[in-house]
């Protein structure tokens, strides 16, 4: 039987493994330095998916914890996919007790529309309000 556990605990985190999943195989984060991941991990809530006690997933929250929030760095190894992995990662941050009662909680993807759907987000409903700075290349031009 396959046990999936969630978890906050950064210390618990296989940061070697997400950092190589996120700088050679991510579509958004390739290049990115392991000092900037280990910032972006110290100063986020933090969710590490852990299948029969091996970590195959993670997800970050960078938040205030009061009225903000943005859902980054989601991803699930490629061999525990089609496991409830993600939809699990997903559900553990929307539950998470300091993420209630924000006035808004973002996230941007390329390919993963239906599995955020299923919590609530749905396409900007004022995008002409929104506006960015992306550096796509940061980490390989950085």
């Known amino acids: 039987m396959t046990i999936l556990h969630i978890s906050t605990d950064k210390a618990a985190l296989d940061v070697a493994m997400i950092h ?35 970590q195959v997933g993670f997800a970050r929250v960078t938040t205030d914890r009061a009225t903000f929030a943005y859902l980054a760095d989601v991803f699930v190894l490629e061999a525990a996919r089609g496991k409830g992995v993600s939809k699990a990662l ?28 299923r919590y609530g987000f749905t396409p900007p409903l004022r995008p002409a309000t929104l506006m960015e700075r992306y550096f796509p290349d940061v980490y390989v031009n950085g």
């Open 20 to 54: 190589q999943f996120l700088s050679e195989r991510s579509t958004w984060a390739r290049g990115m330095p392991l000092t900037t991941l280990q910032r972006a991990i110290d100063h986020s809530l933090c969710f590490g998916a852990y299948l029969d006690g091996r």
């Open 90 to 117: 997903v559900a553990a941050a929307m539950a998470h007790p300091d993420l209630q009662g924000l006035r808004r909680f973002m996230l941007a993807t390329n390919d993963a529309h239906a599995l955020y759907a």
